[in-house]
Each structure stands twice: as C-alpha cells, then as structure tokens.
C-alpha cells in the first residue's frame, strides 16, 4: 500500500461519490471519523463506550451523537468530538463526509471524515468514554467477517480489533472510509447488517 497521507486521504474523500439517506422521519446523527497520527502514520480514533451509558454500553464506537437544533453534520460531528475525547477542531480539518448509514435504532447516521494530525493527549468525557484507541489504518484495512442471522436477509458486518470484533453501525462505517482512504475503492455499506443487541 502507498504512503498515507493527509493529501492522499483527503483526494480520495473529496472524490468519493457520497449516497445521502433521505428520511427525515427519523432522527439525525453524526459521527466522527477522527484521523490522528502517531510516528508519520494515519491512525483512527475508536472508543470504548462507557459501561454505565443505558444503551450500547461498553460497545466500541466513533464519536458523535444525535444532531442538536440548528446543526448540521459536520458541526454536530466536531461538538461530540470536542465533548466526548477533548478534540477541538476547525472546519478546516474536515475532508468530507461518506455515506448515510440507517441504524436500527431509528436514526440516519452521517460519518464526517476529520484530519487531527498528532494528538497528544485526549481529554475523554468520563460519562460516555471508558477509553480512547488510535487504531493504524493498516489495522482496520482488513476483510470484515460476515455472519447470517435468521431475523435479516443482509450478512451482520464485524471488523477485528483488538481481540475482539467492532459491530455494525460502526463497522460498516470505518470498512468504507478504510476501503477510500487505504485504497481509493468505493464500496456501499448500506446494506450491512447489525447485530441484534444493536437493534434497540
């Protein structure tokens, strides 16, 4: 794989055919897919969300929450980053959004790719974030593991991390900017299923 750099993953965004999901009945999110650096090499901020949140709990996640009023994606998308792991930064940092993703849970979700560079230290909110993971690329730009349900006719999506795996919404996420940003390929993962524990 070529050397990843902020001009190579923001080419490949800015040139990314985006597919909005147009359901205004549902609830607005965002989320952050927050690139930082560590040793010259792009790596993705994923959290651990808290153990005490009512929904999700423990579950890994990207940063982002529920649009306030007024807002749109990406405003939304740099607030819950700042909140949630102490991250503060300009629209300027931001290189484009992907494509809507419909979650279960009855929200359409927007992922607003960021450029952070090297972060020092994270000032995690200790109310929704157990622990914040700069994952390399290199790690995440792997083949997802596919598992067949009986309550869907679409595969369950799960990405390796850690010893464990990263469930959809947030698998389904991250495997479509890896496949942009490691690879130049545009992939659709509308069609990726959730586990049924993510449903509600």
């Known amino acids: 794989m070529a050397a990843l750099d902020r001009n190579a993953v923001a080419e490949r965004v800015a040139g990314f055919p985006r597919m909005a999901a147009e359901r205004p009945e549902l609830k607005q999110a965002a989320v952050a897919l927050c690139v930082t650096e560590q040793d010259d090499a792009p790596t993705l901020v994923i959290t651990r969300r808290a153990p005490g949140l009512r929904a999700h709990a423990g579950q890994w996640a990207l940063p982002g929450g529920r649009l306030d009023d007024g807002e749109g994606p990406v405003e939304a998308a740099l607030r819950e980053l700042h909140e949630e792991i102490g991250v503060d930064l300009g629209r300027n940092a931001v290189l484009g959004l992907l494509d809507d993703y419909v979650t279960r849970s009855g929200y359409v979700m927007t992922p607003v790719v960021c450029w952070a560079g090297p972060v020092e230290e994270f000032a995690g909110s200790d109310s929704e974030v157990a ?10 730009d792997v083949d997802p593991v596919f598992e067949a349900i009986p309550e869907s006719e679409s595969p369950v999506i799960r990405l390796p991390l850690l010893g464990g795996f990263v469930h959809a919404p947030t698998a389904a996420v991250v495997h479509q900017f890896c496949r942009i940003a490691c690879r130049g390929e545009v992939e659709r993962v509308a069609g990726y299923e959730q586990p049924v524990f993510a449903w509600r």
Do not use: K
């Open 131 to 140: 622990a914040v993971f700069e994952v390399p690329l290199t790690d995440l």
